[in-house]
């Protein structure tokens, strides 16, 4: 039997179901949030083509740790986190529901009330610095539009000398801030898979008006600067293994078998073969790529991750002894396969003062995943212009939106 079609989804949506797109499944249970990854199983097939998505897993992931790491330590607002986990081959992102009404539906005088604050809120991510690319859990997720873009993955960034990369959203449209209708106060900025240490270019204004964050007809397009800046500062790995597919579509199904009419669903085992073979083949010249693309035309000798240095805080930048140090190793030994809820980033600074009962007052009761267990078989959902959506599902600009 061949790949789902999103149609076919969409149609057998369990009863809390809000949408499911090609890359996410979107749950609403009373006032929490799931959002959950696709498995291999459920990718779904667009005009005979199966869609794979773009590191769908680790964007999940995080976003729940951002979320945790915002709420630690800032007032920005953001949802409270109530879990995040891989388990069977999906992440799973559960949030409380914030109610809102997204920014781009506002009027443009009562948006104009609303960047004021917003662009407050960003001031403060600003603040804070880290020398270490990525995000809270040691991946980097550059922005969608330099995704698509960029050459070879994953990245593996050389550390800068000094804490000169900012926090950023990196995904941030006026559809994923969403407000009070009647006092224009922001409840909850959302959407923040992308979102890590980067130079404060990568956070373009996007905000400011409708629409995808990604330029539009007669706007500047600072995509290809934005990908020498990474290029420039990336680690070529001589044995690089990609942990996603490096194209975001791969031919469904045996050749000959599309325009044919013939269906893929004849030997389940050749089909999973050829397509491993396929996937194989599109690695090994990817690789070949990275490797003529490093400096001077040759690669760079494998310099290992990016350092995994604990959080730290205005001067801590202690790893907690020798249980922060056991902790470090295990999950240099894990990798990126490890994947835990809230793993190890770059060293931060944050110039600002950090009222320090927030962490208190977010603070996730460990029962609270017990008490909200979601199915493991939840699905998967459809997104926007980026392949994902919001927490209201209405981010959906791309070829895929409804």
């Known amino acids: 039997m061949g790949p789902p079609t999103n149609l076919e989804l969409n149609a057998k949506r369990e009863e809390h179901c809000i949408?499911?797109?090609?890359?996410?499944?979107?749950?609403?249970?009373?006032?929490t949030w799931v959002k959950r990854s696709l498995k291999p199983s459920e990718w779904q097939k667009h005009g005979g083509y199966m869609f794979v998505p773009k590191f769908s897993t680790e964007r999940i992931l995080n976003?729940?740790?951002?979320?945790?790491?915002?709420?630690?330590?800032?007032?920005?607002?953001?949802?409270?986190?109530?879990?995040?986990?891989?388990d069977d081959g999906a992440a799973y992102l559960i949030t409380e529901f914030v109610e809102g009404t997204p920014m781009s539906q506002l009027p443009p005088e009562q948006q104009k009330h609303v960047v004021v604050e917003l662009e407050q809120h960003l001031a403060t991510l600003k603040d804070i610095t880290s020398p270490?690319?990525?995000?809270?859990?040691?991946?980097?997720?550059?922005?969608?539009?330099?995704?698509?873009?960029?050459?070879?993955?994953?990245?593996?960034?050389?550390?800068?000398?000094?804490?000169?990369?900012?926090?950023?959203?990196?995904?941030?449209?006026?559809?994923?801030?969403?407000?009070d209708p009647y006092t224009l106060k922001i409840n909850a900025i959302v959407d923040w898979e992308y979102a890590g240490f980067y130079p404060p270019e990568f956070d373009s204004p996007f905000y400011l008006r409708a629409g995808p964050p990604v330029?539009?007809?007669?706007?500047?397009?600072?995509?290809?600067?934005?990908?020498?800046?990474?290029?420039?500062?990336?680690?070529y790995l001589e044995n690089q293994q990609h942990t996603a597919p490096q194209t975001p579509v791969t031919p469904y199904g045996p050749?000959?078998?599309?325009?044919?009419?013939?269906?893929?669903?004849?030997a389940n085992g050749q089909q999973q073969q050829q397509q491993q073979q396929h996937q194989k083949q599109q690695h090994q010249r990817e690789h070949q790529r990275e490797?003529?693309?490093?400096?001077?035309?040759?690669?760079?000798?494998?310099?290992?991750?990016?350092?995994?240095?604990?959080?730290?805080?205005?001067?801590n930048n202690q790893n907690g002894g020798n249980g922060g140090q056991q902790q470090q190793q295990q999950q240099?030994?894990?990798?990126?396969?490890?994947r835990p809820f809230l793993g190890p980033a770059g060293s931060f600074t944050a110039q600002r003062s950090i009222s320090p009962g927030?962490?208190?007052?977010?603070?996730?009761?460990?029962?609270?995943?017990?008490?909200?267990?979601?199915?493991?078989?939840?699905a998967h959902a459809y997104s926007g212009q980026n392949g994902h959506g919001g927490q209201n599902g209405q981010n959906g600009n791309g070829p895929y939106a409804q």
Not at 361 to 376: E, F, G, I, K, T
Request: aromatic share 8%; net charge neutral; charged share 20%.
């Open 215 to 235: 330029a539009l007809q007669g706007e500047y397009d600072d995509v290809d600067e934005l990908c020498r800046m990474i290029d420039s500062e990336r680690v």
């Open 19 to 31: 949408q499911v797109t090609p890359e996410r499944k979107y749950y609403r249970y009373a006032d």
């Open 63 to 86: 976003e729940g740790a951002c979320l945790a790491f915002l709420a630690e330590h800032t007032e920005i607002p953001v949802p409270r986190i109530y879990a995040c986990f891989e």
């Open 255 to 266: 050749p000959g078998a599309r325009g044919s009419g013939q269906s893929a669903s004849g």
């Open 332 to 338: 240099q030994q894990q990798g990126m396969g490890g």
């Open 132 to 179: 270490n690319w990525g995000g809270p859990t040691g991946h980097v997720l550059p922005p969608y539009r330099v995704m698509r873009r960029s050459k070879g993955h994953p990245w593996h960034m050389r550390p800068r000398d000094e804490d000169s990369l900012v926090f950023c959203h990196n995904d941030l449209s006026a559809s994923n801030v969403l407000v």
């Open 358 to 378: 927030l962490h208190a007052q977010r603070a996730m009761s460990p029962a609270l995943h017990a008490q909200r267990a979601v199915s493991p078989g939840v």
């Open 291 to 315: 490797q003529q693309s490093g400096p001077n035309g040759g690669s760079m000798r494998g310099l290992g991750p990016p350092p995994q240095a604990q959080f730290a805080h205005q001067g």
